[in-house]
């Protein structure tokens, strides 16, 4: 069957009027994208996860009457509206095509669906760039996940505490962990997680759940990885370094770099702060238990 596109560009505010526009006109899917090519792969922590300008784009079967569309979609004020005939396509795959696979450190890649990673001895997670909980280019994920790529992971447990699409616990997996335990206040992150554990063969070793829903004994993680804000990581100071054991540590990011000296006052009694990576005025914060609670 031969397939028609029909794109607009918009706000985040907008989006859902926009997707509904194009449902009720008869749309057979309705795909989001950024319209300025940044592809959002994990929201920042506390971000609505979908960009600021987007691209709305609804496919249709080939005999829609695309000028009716166009005019709908133009009273109702949405800019760059354009129209591709796909031909017979196989247009689920359509937006994928412009994704490539991203490097994060020395050997750890993030790979979408249908393309491969040539590097030699590369680690690749296998996830799709997504609304939600996708893959990995906010800065507070990327310095995660290069601190990752530089540790000897083998035997360890590891605690993902916000884990969102769960990829810092699948990348820690693939670099040898031995087990992972991911947490999150949200439901859908604990479905993502699940999902994309199962996708990259780690969901016998993956563990997810919400704070209720898990039990992390004192001391029983080699090391903790908070990928969330500089408030709640206060908040959470005592539960996070309970988890530790002695010499174990600490990872925490979501931090701006005018919050570094107030979120690390809520730790020092115990960790040893050793690193500060920054990226795009974010901060990730590595440190070792010296001593217990």
């Not at 607009?8 to 009027?17: G, I, K, Q, V």
């Not at 050997?107 to 590097?119: H, K």
């Not at 080699?222 to 408030?231: E, S």
């Not at 979120?263 to 070792?288: H, M, N, P, T």
Request: negative net charge; hydrophobic residues 40%; proline residues 4%.
């Amino acid at each position: 069957m031969n397939w028609k596109a029909i794109a607009a560009d918009t706000t985040r505010d907008s989006l859902e009027s926009l997707e509904t526009l194009l449902w009720d006109q008869g749309a057979v899917s309705v795909t989001v994208t950024d319209a300025g090519d940044n592809p959002l792969y994990e929201p920042g922590p506390g971000q609505v996860p979908v960009w600021k300008k987007v691209t709305v784009t609804g496919l249709f079967e080939d005999d829609v009457d695309s000028d009716h569309i166009r005019d709908q979609l133009g009273v109702e004020g949405f800019d760059a509206i354009h129209v591709e005939d796909l031909g017979d396509r196989i247009w689920e795959r359509e937006w994928l095509d412009k994704f490539k696979p991203m490097q994060f450190g020395q050997n750890l890649w993030i790979c979408p669906g249908g393309q491969e990673v040539e590097a030699h001895d590369a680690v690749v997670i296998n996830l799709d760039p997504g609304l939600a909980f996708g893959t990995g280019t906010h800065p507070t994920t990327r310095l995660c996940l290069e601190w990752l790529d530089t540790q000897v992971l083998a035997g360890k447990c590891v605690i993902d505490y916000g884990c969102g699409s769960g990829i810092l616990g699948i990348a820690a997996l693939l670099l040898g962990a031995d087990r992972v335990i991911g947490v999150d206040n949200d439901s859908q992150a604990i479905t993502a997680s699940r999902e994309n554990a199962l996708r990259n063969g780690v969901a016998d070793r993956f563990e997810a759940g919400l704070p209720e829903e898990i039990h992390i004994e004192d001391g029983s993680a080699d090391i903790v990885v908070a990928n969330i804000l500089a408030n709640p990581l206060r908040q959470l100071s005592q539960k996070l370094i309970a988890m530790l054991n002695v010499r174990g540590h600490l990872v925490m990011s979501g931090i701006m770099s005018h919050q570094k000296s107030w979120v690390k006052e809520s730790y020092q009694q115990y960790i040893l702060f050793q690193e500060d990576r920054e990226l795009d005025d974010w901060i990730c914060l590595a440190g070792e238990k010296q001593n217990p609670l």
